[in-house]
T-cell receptor, first 111, second 114 residues
Framework: GQQVMQIPQYQHVQEGEDFTTYCNSSTTLSNIQWYKQRPGGHPVFLIQLVKSGEVKKQKRLTFQFGEAKKNSSLHITATQTTDVGTYFCAGTSGSARQLTFGSGTQLTVLP | DAGVIQSPRHEVTEMGQEVTLRCKPISGHDYLFWYRQTMMRGLELLIYFNNNVPIDDSGMPEDRFSAKMPNASFSTLKIQPSEPRDSAVYFC????????????FGSGTQLSVL
């Protein structure tokens, strides 16, 4: 079945440093979504990418979808303590309706 | 909009007991998903419904797990009998009809089976 891997599993950064998490799928994805889960909270949708090579920005967050639609990345510029949480990618393949979630990257931002 | 509502928020039970988790999706959403989250296995899809009909239950661990959606505004996930390895956070999520829509998650139920 479809597998979605994320690296790194954990990342500690100093406030103000940049952060990137990478997502790789074993199969070509129809689309990819990114979610953020704060400690003790629930996943919250951030963005969806559909097109090959697509790049989207949300303030300090930049999301990319690979040309082959098998990988994606989330980059945060100048991290803040409010960025703390676990970031998940999630994708679908073919006609499947359900999302397969990656293992997540847990981000800690040190003040 | 109240969002996806799950109850209870926390459940502590003893091994062998029956556990029922409840979910009210967002009004107008046609899809409902049950996920389980653990440190070891991450977020796993257990089952999902479309218009109250179970579409894919291949993620349900075993016969001890069952899920129902008797109407558009209510779903249950039942574990009988519960085991310590079932301890996890169980999330319910809903989404609109569409090719692939974003998921709205509930606050989850933290289940501890002693």
């Amino acid at each position: 079945g479809q597998q979605v891997m994320q690296i790194p599993q954990y990342q500690h950064v100093q406030e103000g440093e940049d952060f990137t998490t990478y997502c790789n799928s074993s199969t070509t994805l129809s689309n990819i979504q990114w979610y953020k889960q704060r400690p003790g909270g629930h996943p919250v949708f951030l963005i969806q990418l559909v097109k090959s090579g697509e790049v989207k920005k949300q303030k300090r967050l930049t999301f990319q979808f690979g040309e082959a639609k098998k990988n994606s990345s989330l980059h945060i510029t100048a991290t803040q303590t409010t960025d703390v949480g676990t970031y998940f990618c999630a994708g679908t393949s073919g006609s499947a309706r359900q999302l397969t979630f990656g293992s997540g990257t847990q981000l800690t931002v040190l003040p | 909009d109240a969002g996806v509502i799950q109850s209870p928020r926390h459940e502590v039970t003893e091994m062998g007991q029956e556990v029922t988790l409840r979910c009210k999706p967002i009004s107008g959403h046609d899809y409902l998903f049950w996920y389980r989250q653990t440190m070891m296995r991450g977020l796993e899809l257990l089952i999902y419904f479309n218009n109250n009909v179970p579409i894919d239950d291949s993620g349900m661990p075993e016969d001890r797990f069952s899920a129902k959606m008797p109407n558009a505004s209510f779903s249950t996930l039942k574990i009988q009998p519960s085991e310590p390895r079932d301890s996890a956070v169980y999330f319910c999520a809903s989404s609109k009809q569409g090719k692939v829509e974003k998921l709205f998650f509930g606050s989850g139920t933290q289940l501890s089976v002693l």
